[in-house]
């Protein structure tokens, strides 16, 4: 149902309470409602949150297939019926950050999306730090795990996981260097995270051993360089600039040798793609009668996210419109303080509309992250379906 549609339904069924005020109400004054079909208020009860002045109302969603069966209609989802109205409409992309649209879908999948997101999503983070120096004033934990939290950029989908009984590789294992110093006489100086430096050869630092006439190994095997592999010719490893990890004093120094490795968001939040994945509902603000004049300067006046215009009737008579119903955040101004502004504004949620934001932190674009939560979410469903039949 359109903005339009939805106002002409809200001004038509105000005027037909008042019609039945001035008359006195009646139960032979209802409507037939043909069989098979929904009466207008319920139908919209199953698509809007009514937004009221205290609270939201109407915010359940209505599953069961039967709801409905007194009056022959089949509530039940179906597949042909999903795929006609399902739509995604992208509204805002850049290298990190994504706003679109999801149409004609539950809260529920929305809601998997979003969780799939932010803990399921493999990427690559530092796991293990080997600290062969650091005088500077940050603690090696504190340090590590400020190493912990940088994303790199690399695309996670080109490892393996590393298990406990695996031996760390070129395929499963990334070697990163820091070797920082701050000389007598030279004033502070701050260390970012774009000092850290790739080691295709695999660890650098050699284990201690027993016996000291063996030859020494490192913390890594690895059998060749990843700079040899196709994936990375002319595209070395890095991690995302202008990060502060500690600032050292004359005569300080960190040399420290940090792996990374292939995890997902609910092992630990340091492997979690995105700074945050959230959406909501879409708003719909509706004018259930013309606001005209001083009404409509005080209207615009009342709400801060500039969700309504002046719209020049001619005659030097100005009128109040939607300009922008995206932009309301739900601060309910528009309905508050005299009763007569929340019958002459209505504000709704539209519950199978979501306005979807994704926000990454550096490792993947936003759209590669979306297509692998939905790629996550159908093996689920495949394994689902497995186990039942």
């Known amino acids: 149902m359109s903005e339009q549609e939805s106002s002409s339904d809200e001004r038509t069924s105000s005027e037909e309470e008042e019609q039945q005020q001035k008359e006195g109400f009646s139960y032979w004054n209802l409507k037939d409602v043909e069989r098979g079909q929904l009466p207008a208020h319920i139908r919209k009860q199953g698509t809007r949150v009514y937004c009221k002045p205290d609270a939201p109302t109407n915010t359940e969603t209505l599953q069961y297939s039967g709801s ?84 790199i950029k690399v695309d996670p989908r080109l490892f393996e996981y590393l298990s406990a009984n695996d031996t760390p590789n070129e395929k499963n294992t990334i070697v990163l260097k820091l070797h920082a110093r701050c000389n007598q006489g030279q004033p502070r100086c701050t260390v970012y995270s774009q000092e850290l430096k790739w080691l295709p050869n695999g660890s650098e630092f050699a284990k201690e051993s027993e016996k000291p006439d063996s030859k020494p190994s490192t913390y890594t095997s690895f059998s060749c360089g990843q700079d040899s592999l196709p994936e990375f010719a002319g595209n070395p490893i890095s991690t995302l600039e202008d990060i502060i990890l500690a600032k050292l004093g004359p005569g300080q120094e960190i040399e420290l040798e940090a792996h990374a490795v292939k995890g997902m968001g609910k092992t630990h939040a340091k492997w979690s793609p995105v700074g945050t994945a959230w959406y909501r509902m879409f708003p719909e603000v509706v004018l259930l009668e013309n606001i005209k004049g001083e009404d409509a300067e005080e209207l615009i006046r009342k709400c801060p996210s500039g969700v ?82």
């Open 308 to 389: 309504f215009d002046i719209e020049d009737t001619g005659n030097a008579k100005k009128k109040a419109i939607v300009a922008d119903s995206r932009a309301c955040t739900l601060c309910r101004e528009c309905i508050r303080g005299d009763e007569k502004w929340e019958n002459r504004v209505a504000l709704h949620r539209v519950k199978d509309h979501f306005i979807f934001t994704i926000e990454s932190t550096g490792a993947l674009p936003p759209e590669v992250l979306f297509t692998e939560a939905v790629k996550i979410l159908e093996a689920k469903c495949e394994r689902v379906i497995t186990e039942l039949s």
């Open 68 to 151: 409905y069966a007194s009056m022959g209609v089949d509530n039940s989802l179906r597949l042909d019926s999903f795929r006609e109205n399902f739509r995604i409409k992208v509204i805002a992309l850049d290298k990190d950050k994504m706003e679109f649209d999801m149409i004609g879908i539950d809260a529920a999948v929305a809601n998997a999306f979003r969780r799939i997101l932010i803990s399921e999503v493999p990427t690559m983070a530092i796991e293990k730090v080997f600290i062969a120096n650091n005088t500077s004033v940050i603690q090696d934990e504190v340090l590590a795990h400020r190493l912990g939290l940088i994303p």
